[in-house]
């Protein structure tokens, strides 16, 4: 197998709302830093890949509006509709296959601008047992979420105390739209929304864009910019669509993703091998069904672990250094995408004030596309 590497990556801060600037704009300027970042020009780039959902965006074939403002002009294109990290995964199979080698992935939110993103969502639902239901999309969150506390046996203040953490941790983090003083028993005592679910355990939204460039290990040692990071194993699942026929309190998908990303890279201990975590938090209790999934922790074990203090921004085992979706803000597929660009800036030293402690060789990455889907993916990257 061929080595791939991340050489570049690009963004631009997350904010709640960017009335001033449209999306190609945010695209732009995120794929300015990243060839920068590279030291390479759109010209060095082969092919490009774009994560985006065209619901989302308000248009059909969104990927047509894509590629002037990252390069791509009269370059290969193709579109992920899934989450950036499925992007990375496509990028790695084409410079595996030969196809290419270097690519460019992008995404971006604008969710600021949907007006009605629970309809939008909703389409999602089966279209015959579930939307005419007409009910929030996310009353399926607190559904799972009941079902997990029940056969785990964990406890709401277990997730309360990852929405805290994770709202806290992302006041260090200059890339983070969400960041809040609180403490589990400001979580605990928020409005409920979906029971158990409440208020702030769900991620709000925020405005970013992401690039990330990858390349062989030949071009990656030609260049003389940052240094490079690279890709050692990938791997999604997708499980059933229907939630008449689910898993409820068991991540399958999140499982199978991992499982194939580690069993590529040759990891055979996850809590040994990986040094910082960035898990999927779009609800506080994913976070803790995540880790379980991915094996980090055994069932029941992730929450008691993050009420301690010892899985989180700064626990023992590393999570969501940045703040997560919960502290970051959701960004849509582009979620994915920030996870990396945190790992990445993370092994280079380069996080800033909430650079974890430590020699850290070695991150993993794992994104869902959020209800009602059952699509995740993970990465595992090393220095």
């Not at 799972?144 to 309360?160: D, P």
């Not at 580690?262 to 995540?290: C, N, P, W």
């Not at 790992?343 to 959020?370: C, D, M, N, Y």
């Amino acid at each position: 197998m061929r080595k791939v590497a991340i050489v570049g990556i690009g963004y631009t801060v997350p904010r709640r709302t960017t009335p001033e600037l449209s999306y190609r704009e945010l695209d732009y300027e995120a794929a300015v830093r990243a060839y920068q970042d590279a030291g390479m020009k759109p010209a060095d780039v082969d092919s490009f890949v774009s994560c985006l959902e065209d619901l989302c965006e308000g248009t059909s074939i969104a990927d047509e509006y894509t590629p002037d403002q990252v390069g791509a002009m009269l370059k290969p294109m193709c579109t992920v509709g899934g989450d950036g990290i499925h992007g990375i995964a496509d990028a790695f199979m084409r410079i595996q296959a030969g196809i290419s080698d270097t690519v460019l992935v992008s995404s971006h939110s604008k969710a600021s601008n949907m007006k009605t993103p629970n309809d939008l969502l909703n389409y999602a639902l089966d279209p015959i047992l579930n939307r005419p239901l007409g009910l929030n999309p996310h009353y399926v969150a607190g559904l799972e979420m009941s079902a997990f506390l029940a056969e785990t046996k964990t406890k709401e203040e277990h997730c309360a105390a990852v929405a805290a953490s994770n709202r806290t941790a992302a006041l260090r983090n200059d890339l983070a739209a969400h960041g809040a003083t609180l403490s589990t028993d400001d979580v605990m005592r928020s409005a409920p929304a979906f029971s158990p679910l409440k208020e702030l355990e769900i991620s709000g939204s925020s405005d970013a864009a992401f690039c990330v460039i990858l390349t062989t290990e030949q071009r990656a040692k030609r260049r003389k910019s940052s240094p490079p990071v690279w890709v050692r194993g990938v791997g999604w699942s997708n499980d059933t669509p229907t939630l008449e026929s689910r898993p409820w309190a068991y991540a399958r998908y999140a499982a199978d993703a991992a499982a194939r990303a580690l069993k590529m890279a040759g990891i055979k201990s996850v809590r040994k091998q990986v040094d910082l975590f960035e898990i999927d938090d779009t609800y506080a209790y994913k976070q803790l069904q995540h880790l379980e999934a991915a094996g980090v922790f055994k069932a029941g074990e992730a929450g008691r672990a993050a009420a301690k203090g010892k899985a989180g921004p700064e626990g023992d085992v590393i999570v969501n250094r940045s703040g997560g979706a919960l502290g970051a803000g959701h960004m849509q597929d582009a979620t994915g995408l920030f996870r990396v660009i945190e790992i990445v800036r993370q092994l280079r030293g380069e996080a800033g004030r909430h650079q974890a402690p430590g020699k850290l060789k070695t991150g993993f990455a794992l994104s869902w596309r959020g209800v009602p889907t059952t699509s995740g993916a993970a990465v595992v990257v090393s220095k």
